[in-house]
């Protein structure tokens, strides 16, 4: 994955004061965070703490009530105000999300699957082709072009959104607890093309409850309970020698 | 009247329910899509004069719809009920199958887990498109069986155009019968339909076949 070196500067993903509620119910409070390109960020933390919502929020699938995202530098949300519609479209060419549920679509073949987004946007088909085909091979599917979804297993399927993403080349790739569906045989698979996209220098935000995958990939981890930022920093620190309360609770029902 | 006379009398009239079927189903099928889109509508005065206009067409007799639109313009208005009985039988039929058509598209619409709209979204798809490729294909697959239903009883709701005496296989039949009070007619109509409907059976299988390479 190429990384833009002049901008090593400037956050690809920054968050500030990020809230949202549904109806009564304050789901992110004041979050701040940011991306540095190449950087890998796992977010961990209770079911209900808002980490899916963050995710969700800044790629646009949940409007925030308040507070701040920037893409390069560039608002998308100033204040709680979305960018015109237009913008946000420019917006979502940046990154790219893969789901906990996959979400491919069950009546392509999985090279239409990835194909015919890149297609749409007006690239040339021999060119997404050949990438499609690349990344395939980078995530273990050779041969499975001509396969419809249903006839893979769940951590292919996640690997095949994976490479959909990928075929977008999005500067920074959203990854919503995409092992939580699976078998735990079959979250390896897709665990180990995750690192092995951290070892290309991928910027990434991953809300996972794969602890040992956090510890290890990540550049920074940060820990999410009932809608706040708990603790965060690098993943020695927040494994190793946590310095909240709610963390150390909450990480002992892992046996870290 | 021997029953070879019988049959080639009212094949006449075959054309007829044919074209009451076809046109039918010509207009139906994409108004349906149309009174769905407006019955799912965020505007919610759209929403309910849609369903409003729904419940009618489906909780009153098809019958007394075809009465109405053939004969309600001369009553309201005294305008002329047309010679060509074929208008307003299609009209009737259309509308009243598009309500029904309409409820079938709007419980496929709705079956489609919400996370196709959002990777489509993430990945870009315009709302059109999102709706042309990802969301109508697979529309279709999951309502085939609920559309075969419609498209078989439509077949027999042809019989229905005899109350405007819109000369269809059926009328023509009901006026055999009555002419040489023998019930005859009757039983060739239930072959034809019974036939009619073998081969819209076979068609419609081919349909959902040809549909199952996904799950």
């Given at each position: 994955m190429p990384v833009n070196n002049e901008k090593e500067t400037s956050a690809i993903l920054e968050i500030r004061k990020l809230s949202k509620s549904f109806g009564e119910t304050a789901v992110l409070k004041d979050i701040s965070l940011s991306v540095e390109p190449g950087n890998v960020v796992s977010i961990i933390g209770p079911s209900g703490s808002g980490k899916s919502t963050l995710l969700r929020c800044a790629s646009f699938l949940e409007t925030a009530d308040g507070g701040d995202i920037l893409y390069d530098g560039r608002y998308a949300v100033n204040d709680g105000v979305y960018a015109p519609k237009a913008d946000l479209n420019r917006f979502r060419t940046l990154f790219g999300m893969v789901f906990q549920s996959f979400n491919l679509f069950p009546h392509y073949s999985v090279m239409k699957n990835i194909c015919e987004p890149p297609a749409l946007r007006g690239r040339n088909r021999d060119e997404v082709r050949e990438r499609a085909l690349e990344l395939l091979k980078k995530m273990g599917l050779e041969g499975k072009e001509n396969a419809y979804p249903y006839q893979l297993s769940g951590g292919q399927q996640q690997r095949v959104a994976i490479a959909r993403a990928l075929a977008l080349d999005p500067e920074i790739l959203f990854f919503d607890e995409p092992t939580s569906a699976l078998d735990p045989e079959l979250t390896g698979?897709?665990?180990?093309?995750?690192?092995?996209?951290?070892?290309?220098?991928?910027?990434?935000?991953?809300?996972?409850?794969?602890?040992?995958?956090?510890?290890?990939?990540?550049?920074?981890?940060?820990?999410?309970?009932?809608?706040?930022?708990?603790?965060?920093?690098?993943p020695e620190e927040v494994f190793g020698d946590p310095k909240q309360e709610r963390t150390k609770q909450f990480l002992k029902n892992y046996n870290q | 009247m021997s029953l070879m006379t019988m049959i080639l009398k009212m094949s006449e009239g075959l054309g007829k329910t044919c074209a009451i079927f076809f046109l039918t189903l010509l207009f139906s099928l994409p108004l349906g899509m149309i009174v769905a889109l407006l019955r799912m509508s965020k505007n919610r005065v759209v929403s309910w004069i849609t369903r409003f206009f729904i419940t009618i067409l489906r909780g009153t007799p098809l019958m007394l719809q075809l009465l109405a639109v053939t004969y309600g313009p001369y009553y309201l208005?005294?305008?002329?009920?047309?010679?060509?009985?074929?208008?307003?039988?299609?009209?009737?039929?259309?509308?009243?199958?598009?309500?029904?058509?309409?409820?079938?598209?709007?419980?496929?619409?709705?079956?489609?887990?919400?996370?196709?709209?959002?990777?489509?979204?993430?990945?870009?798809?315009?709302?059109?498109?999102?709706?042309?490729?990802?969301?109508l294909p697979q529309v279709v697959k999951r309502i085939m069986p609920s559309v075969t239903n419609e498209v078989v009883t439509l077949v027999k709701d042809t019989s229905m155009a005899f109350t405007v005496s819109y000369q269809e296989m059926f009328t023509i039949g009901k006026q055999i019968a009555n002419s040489q009070t023998s019930f005859m007619p009757f039983i060739v109509a239930g072959v034809f339909y019974y036939l009619f409907n073998l081969i819209v059976d076979r068609l419609m299988g081919r349909i959902e076949k040809r549909l199952n390479y996904y799950k």
């Open positions: 698979e897709v665990l180990k093309v995750i690192r092995q996209l951290a070892d290309d220098h991928m910027t990434m935000v991953v809300v996972t409850h794969e602890m040992p995958f956090a510890r290890a990939v990540s550049n920074r981890v940060i820990f999410m309970d009932r809608g706040f930022i708990v603790e965060e920093g690098h | 208005f005294g305008a002329g009920v047309s010679r060509n009985k074929l208008i307003p039988v299609v009209i009737a039929f259309s509308i009243n199958y598009a309500a029904y058509f309409a409820e079938i598209y709007r419980g496929g619409i709705e079956s489609i887990p919400v996370g196709q709209y959002e990777a489509a979204e993430v990945l870009g798809y315009t709302r059109f498109q999102t709706f042309m490729r990802i969301i």
